[in-house]
Every structure is written in structure tokens, then in C-alpha cells.
């Protein structure tokens, strides 16, 4: 990252590159709090390294939108589902892209935390609520060869494996490992659809990094849902081209370029040397956002600067998994 230190405040640049994997632990914010949640973690851990971005380059002011605080009710979305697919109960391949319908019907939720000297049951009602507000955000997606990729919130895509089950559906199943410097992720999902039906067996289990002081955790739910099919047209695209100035009283104001198909845009924000996690700070319908908090101004010239990770929601709220990065560099960049 470029050098910014205590100078007069200009218009920056952030015009690196970074792969995708570098960021798959750090824009984390869901899944790392419900491990942080399941684990009784008492401190706050590392998320791991920076994020893909399409180039991040300054783009010219524009005058913020309007935005909608977090906690508060998103932009308006239509609520018209398209029609389901045609179905071939003798082809394994599934018919559309589709996402979970809430609220989730646990029929097992149970957990642990696992010390070097005891084993403490987790509270159920915790581990329910946290691991719906994990899964509502999985993205079920058929590519053009027909295959299945499975797409979350800040980590790569994964392959699903389709097979016959017994009652005449699909059978979707996958594993995936996430890497931080907290620790490792591992999750295991096996699932049976049938027409707009979901049978759900999930089990995520959290090794401590042996640089923090955590306690492992291990998660197991099983879950009946529907699943709502997703139209091409509803999967926005991700912003582009993301940017970032000073006004005269010091405020960020962030910008981007549209992504096809969004009608709103989620703002996270990390400031590195307050915490490691990513929060939520509003959702806008225009693109560009100014971050004016004392929290921000405070930490402009911190250590390890503030990161912004900018998502795409889509016209029924569909959210484009892999945002864009606006990194603004502290002190500790400097050479």
C-alpha cells in the first residue's frame, strides 16, 4: 500500500492488485463471528490477509447517496420470485440457482466447546441463530457445464457434488477448509433436494490458531428449508473501480462504479488497529458513501489503516458474494 502519514489530505490511490485468496479469511465478518460466538472466544481474532479487488483507483466526487444505517430496513426490493425450472427427477443436475428461504426448521442443533481440559455444550438457541445468519447467505449457482458452485461472503467459490438420492432428488454435498490467522474453518454439507425442498446435515468445526488464546468448537444441525430459484437477472454483479477522496472537514468519501443488476450496495468497514472484524455500516442505493464517524477521523493516520469492502445487492436481495476493496494505508506502510 502507498504511503499516506500525516500530510495535508489529498486525493489517494490504491492501485494494487491483490488475489483473491489473500482476502478468503479476512472479509470473514459472518462466518468468523459465529465462530467467535460458538467458541466463547474472549478476544477479538485475526482474520487473515487483504482482499481480491478489481483495480481500486480514485474516481471523481460524486455527492453521497442516501443511506440506510445498518439495523434499519434495506433498500426496497421486489418481492416477485420467477418460476421454477422444469425438473428431470432422472437428471442429476439441478435446474437453477437458488437460495435458502428463512426461517430455517432445525430438527438438531447441538455444539460443543472443546478445551485442553474440559468439554462445554454450547447453548442451542445460540448455535440456531448463528448459523442462519451464516447459511441465509449461501448462493447455489449452476454454471454452464451444469455444475454446481456454492458461493458465500468473502471466500472463493466451492464445488458441489451431485448424486441420486434415494427419494428421487438431488443430493448436494461439499466440504470446505478456510484458512486465517485465526485458525482454521472446516465445514461439511450434505444436503437432499427434491423439487423445492431442502433436507440439510451441516457440521463446521473451529481449530484455534497457536498464536491466540481460543478454544476450539465443533457444530453439528440438521434442518428441513425451502429454497427460493434465483433468476439470472437477480445475481447483481460486483462494483467496480472503487475509490476514495477527503472533503474539507476530513470525512471518506468512498466511490465505485454499478454493478449490472445492483439496486444497492453493503458498506463493511475494518479499522485494524480497533479490531479484526469487518461491520456492517449502512446500505446505499447510489454509489458513492461518506464515512464522517469520529471512529474513522480518529484512525485515519493509525498503524495499519481502515479497509472498506463494498458488496452488490440485487433487486430481490440477492448479494454478490465477492465485493470490492478500498484500502486506505496507515503509518506501518510506510517505507
Not at 421486489?78 to 435458502?100: C, E, I, K, Q, Y
Not at 465445514?187 to 490458531?209: A, C, R
Not at 472533503?247 to 468512498?254: Q, V
Request: proline share 7%.
Amino acid at each position: 500500500m502507498s504511503r499516506m502519514g500525516k500530510r495535508p489530505y489529498e486525493r489517494e490511490r490504491v492501485s494494487e492488485r491483490l488475489a483473491w485468496w489473500q482476502i478468503s479469511a479476512q472479509l470473514m465478518p459472518r462466518l468468523l463471528t459465529v465462530i467467535i460466538v460458538l467458541s466463547l472466544m474472549l478476544i477479538t481474532v485475526a482474520c487473515g490477509n487483504a482482499a481480491q479487488q478489481e483495480g481500486v483507483t480514485p474516481s471523481p466526487a460524486t455527492p453521497t447517496s442516501t443511506a440506510t444505517e445498518a439495523g434499519s430496513s434495506t433498500a426496497s426490493v421486489r418481492a416477485t420470485a420467477p418460476p421454477a425450472p422444469a425438473w428431470d427427477s432422472a437428471d442429476l443436475h439441478v435446474p437453477g440457482n437458488f437460495v435458502l428461504v428463512l426461517p430455517l426448521q432445525f430438527t438438531l442443533a447441538r455444539g460443543v466447546v472443546i478445551s485442553d481440559s474440559d468439554v462445554t455444550p454450547l447453548d442451542e438457541q445460540t448455535i440456531r441463530q448463528e448459523i442462519t445468519e451464516e447459511l441465509r447467505h449461501l448462493l447455489f449457482v449452476i454454471d454452464s457445464n451444469s455444475a454446481m458452485k456454492i458461493y458465500s461472503p468473502g471466500v472463493p467459490p466451492v464445488s458441489a457434488h451431485l448424486g441420486a438420492a434415494a427419494n428421487g432428488g438431488v443430493q448436494i454435498t461439499y466440504s470446505q477448509n478456510v484458512d486465517s490467522q485465526a485458525g482454521t474453518v472446516s465445514i461439511t454439507f450434505e444436503g437432499t433436494l427434491l423439487k423445492e425442498q431442502l433436507t440439510v446435515h451441516y457440521e463446521q468445526y473451529y481449530n484455534p490458531s497457536a498464536f491466540i488464546n481460543a478454544n476450539a468448537s465443533d457444530v453439528v444441525v440438521t434442518f428441513n428449508t425451502r429454497i427460493r430459484w434465483i433468476a439470472p437477472g437477480e445475481i447483481p454483479a460486483a462494483p467496480r473501480n472503487g475509490g476514495y477522496h477527503f472533503d474539507a472537514n476530513g470525512a471518506i468519501i468512498l466511490t465505485w462504479q454499478t454493478g449490472q443488476h445492483a439496486v444497492a450496495y453493503e458498506v463493511y468497514r475494518q479499522i485494524s488497529d480497533v479490531d479484526q472484524q469487518f461491520h456492517l455500516l449502512a446500505t446505499v442505493k447510489g454509489t458513492s458513501y461518506t464515512d464522517s464517524s469520529s471512529l474513522a477521523h480518529q484512525n485515519l493516520h493509525s498503524m495499519k489503516g481502515i479497509t472498506y469492502a463494498i458488496f452488490s445487492v440485487g433487486p430481490t436481495g440477492v448479494e454478490n458474494p465477492g465485493p470490492i476493496v478500498i484500502a486506505i494505508p496507515g503509518q506501518a506502510s510506510q517505507g
